[in-house]
């Protein structure tokens, strides 16, 4: 079967750094994408990690490892605006595959 | 350029009836996803669509269905509704088909069923 496991929540102050892990296990696996979703709103894209390495964009970085099964969304210079919920999702045959999610809480 | 846009925003129905939901897609894209979004489900994949043909389908039962028409629009249908079909039902588009590196979600159709 496909799934995929990350934390439900994590709290972090303003101005820290936090990183949200993600293991999957899946077949036929393509890349790792991110989707961050504010309550009430629609997920947007972050990122996309097909290749080991990390990828960075602006405060944004996301890590992917294949033979680990493993990736990582790393949020720097938290803002209390990044409070949301953050989804890694697997590319699997042609589907997109969603964890349950982790609720970040940004304290001032 | 337009966001996705999802028709309508709500929607309340009985159990028994059934419903359809609309997506417009960005324009350009010529895949449409659908998501459906529940608290203890999460965010599940139901079905993708290019070039008017079904590519991808999730794990859901018959009563759901979908169509992709020539301008790329999409429609999903779910007949004979149950009280869990009640979720958040989202529509992404993206320019290929089966590539999950960036979709752009529309709001949402909040369906209850009563």
């Known amino acids: 079967g496909q799934s995929l496991e990350q934390p439900s929540e994590v709290t972090a102050v303003e101005g820290a750094i936090v990183q949200i892990n993600c293991t999957y296990q899946?077949?036929?696996?393509?890349?790792l994408s991110w989707y961050q979703q504010h309550d009430g709103g629609a997920p947007t894209f972050l990122s996309y990690?097909?290749?080991?390495g990390l990828e960075e964009t602006g405060r944004f970085s996301s890590f992917l490892s294949r033979s680990d099964s493993y990736g990582y969304l790393l949020l720097q210079e938290l803002q209390m605006k990044d409070s949301a919920s953050y989804f890694c999702?697997?590319?699997?045959?042609?589907?997109?595959?969603f964890g349950q999610g982790t609720e970040l809480s940004v304290k001032p | 350029k337009a966001g996705v846009t999802q028709t309508p925003r709500y929607l309340i129905k009985t159990r028994g009836q059934q419903v359809t939901l609309s997506c417009s897609p960005i324009s350009g894209h010529r895949s449409v996803s659908w998501y459906q979004q529940t608290p203890g489900q999460g965010l599940q994949f139901l079905f993708e669509?290019?070039?008017?043909?079904?590519?991808n389908k999730g794990n859901f039962p018959g009563r759901f269905s979908g169509r992709q028409f020539s301008n790329s629009r999409s429609e999903m249908n779910v007949s004979t509704l149950e009280l869990g079909d009640s979720a958040l039902y989202l529509c992404a588009s993206s320019l290929n088909e089966g590539r999950g590196d960036e979709q752009y979600f529309g709001p949402g159709t909040r369906l209850t069923v009563t």
């Open positions: 899946t077949s036929g696996f393509y890349g």
């Open positions: 999702a697997v590319i699997s045959r042609g589907k997109l595959i």
């Open positions: 669509y290019f070039s008017e043909t079904q590519r």
């Open positions: 990690n097909a290749l080991d």
